[in-house]
């Protein structure tokens, strides 16, 4: 049956692994793993990468590396690439040693030129997080638009209730080319700057002009939506600020906390945690991070804003005392990413915010931190010093207005990575 592996109808290929599938592996996968033809090793590891397990995925890969690409015809360089992808899906994930290799060796590929190629390159390419992939993308994406060209005037006329809007939409049609990269690479998240980033999903407002079926828009609006989710803290708060993206719909109105507040301290907040902190309440503690206007700048769980970091995972990032700290005591320790500049600029006035672009000798800065739309754009050479804030944009004292179980519970929100059902919240 091994044999038929080999043959140049595809029809008989497909049959022999279909039937190879349903026999042990380990009868037919070392003549796989010894051959030298290249339908039989493509075809061969296709249906060994189906049927097969984890321990296989390394020689599979090994066996289709040994396949030299000038000797392939196009179709079996797109089935050659389609094969190492159904290895990666099925028998588990690459080590960094192996990713490494195989981005060596794929890389060079893209883009190959050949339309159907490329597609898959992208696919396998997100798949391994390649670093090159969005900087060699972009170009393709900035191409005129190529229609696809198919004659259905006859057909459309059979039904002019029909025919009309298909008609209308074949006149505007996507770029299935740029769509289909597009749409892949919302997964990427390694390689990008912010300027590749705004490239990307300014792409988006391209193909919103174009015109495609009933789902077509919600599919650019979910794919943007998952791109824009992957993205860094610094690409969002980019984003925002340069009129990419629209910020997060915050309510107009915030929850007042009941109180009393009082004035905090770190080591007064911590004892208090280490004391108190099961059976909390997780949608107090929600409330609480609307009401401590936490929600303006910082996202969690996919709301809020994007000028602070994303604190879904704070958890990840910090023990109960220093996230206390890190809320009580903001301007103690600021990262290079979230640092103050304050210009000053020549004609005596000073700008203070976070500078998110510099091109062309014009810096612009976003000087309001609950706000990334608000910016200022000076000239370079305008600017008379630079130099670093000691004082966080964070503001102190945002805790200050609540009661000792409010700021509890917002502390315990905070680490819970969104889980209501987290065991600070169950019962003493």
């Not at 392939?72 to 994930?93: H, K």
Request: neutral net charge.
């Amino acid at each position: 049956m091994v044999k038929q592996l080999a043959s140049t109808d595809r029809h008989i290929r497909y049959a022999a692994r279909v039937a190879l599938e349903r026999v042990a592996t380990s009868r037919w996968a070392p003549l796989v793993l010894k051959s030298t033809d290249a339908n039989t090793i493509i075809t061969g590891v296709a249906g060994l990468a189906r049927a097969g397990s984890s321990e296989l995925r390394e020689p599979l890969l090994m066996q289709l590396g040994t396949l030299q690409l000038s000797a392939l015809s196009v179709q079996q360089r797109l089935e050659l690439v389609r094969a190492v992808q159904l290895v990666l899906i099925r028998l588990g994930q690459v080590d960094d040693s192996l990713r490494d290799s195989l981005l060596g060796a794929i890389e060079p590929l893209f883009p190959s030129g050949d339309d159907m190629m490329d597609r898959e390159l992208v696919i396998l390419l997100t798949y391994l997080q390649s670093p090159t992939l969005g900087k060699k993308a972009l170009p393709l994406l900035a191409k005129e638009r190529k229609k696809t060209e198919a004659d259905f005037a006859e057909i459309l006329q059979r039904n002019k209730g029909y025919g009309g809007p298909i008609a209308a939409m074949l006149q505007n049609q996507p770029d299935l080319q740029q769509f289909h990269m597009a749409f892949s690479m919302r997964n990427l998240k390694e390689g990008w700057n912010v300027d590749q980033r705004k490239e990307y999903f300014q792409w988006f407002e391209k193909a919103q002009r174009w015109q495609g079926g009933n789902s077509y828009e919600k599919f650019l609006i979910n794919a943007a939506n998952d791109a824009y989710a992957l993205s860094s803290d610094q690409e969002r708060f980019v984003l925002e600020a340069l009129g990419v993206r629209k910020p997060a719909s915050l309510p107009k109105t915030l929850p007042e906390p009941k109180g009393p507040g009082k004035a905090y301290t770190t080591e007064g907040l911590a004892k208090l945690a280490s004391e108190r902190m099961k059976g909390r309440n997780f949608e107090n503690g929600k409330k609480m991070y609307a009401a401590a206007r936490c929600v303006i700048c910082h996202r969690f769980g996919g709301d809020g804003g994007a000028t602070g970091p994303d604190l879904t995972q704070a958890a990840g990032r910090f023990a109960v005392n220093d996230l206390i700290d890190a809320v009580i005591r903001p301007s103690q320790v600021i990262s290079d990413q979230y640092k103050t500049m304050v210009l000053q600029m020549e004609d005596g006035t000073v700008h203070t915010g976070r500078i998110v672009n510099e091109v062309a000798g014009k810096v612009t800065m976003v000087v309001n931190p609950e706000d990334a739309t608000k910016t200022v754009t000076v000239d370079r050479q305008d600017v008379e010093q630079e130099k670093t804030s000691a004082i966080s944009l964070m503001p102190a004292e945002l805790m200050d207005k609540l009661n000792e179980d409010e700021a509890l519970d917002l502390i315990a929100y905070l680490l819970s990575r969104g889980n209501p059902n987290a065991p600070m919240f169950q019962s003493k």
